[in-house]
């Protein structure tokens, strides 16, 4: 009479709970890196654009580009897949 029945003997994969990539443990490492290398460098400092200069705390300038790397990178991988699917 259940709509949505229980199983009864989990699967030894279901028990083990989440179990993490090698990918997305180096992505892990790779974020705390950033935050540490962010945090380590919050002195001001001159940043020069084409046309003008500004002075910004560094870690305003280091999250920002980490931002727009993200992004980017986000954008390149989601117009790969989509180019994969449309292919096959």
């Given at each position: 009479?259940m709509d949505n029945p229980q199983r009864q003997?989990?699967?030894?994969?279901?028990?083990?709970?989440?179990?993490?990539?090698?990918?997305?443990?180096?992505?892990?490492?790779?974020?705390?890196?950033?935050?540490?290398?962010?945090?380590?460098?919050?002195?001001?400092?001159?940043?020069?654009?084409?046309?003008?200069?500004?002075?910004?705390?560094?870690?305003?300038?280091?999250?920002?580009?980490?931002?727009?790397?993200?992004?980017?990178?986000?954008?390149?991988?989601?117009?790969?897949?989509?180019?994969?699917?449309?292919?096959?």
């Amino acid at each position: 009479m259940m709509d949505n029945p229980q199983r009864q003997n989990p699967s030894d994969e279901e028990q083990a709970g989440f179990r993490p990539t090698p990918k997305q443990i180096g992505v892990l490492v790779l974020a705390v890196l950033l935050v540490v290398f962010i945090v380590a460098n919050a002195d001001p400092t001159a940043i020069n654009f084409v046309v003008t200069s500004v002075e910004m705390p560094l870690w305003i300038v280091l999250a920002g580009t980490a931002l727009v790397g993200f992004l980017v990178g986000l954008t390149v991988g989601v117009r790969r897949t989509k180019r994969r699917y449309r292919d096959s």
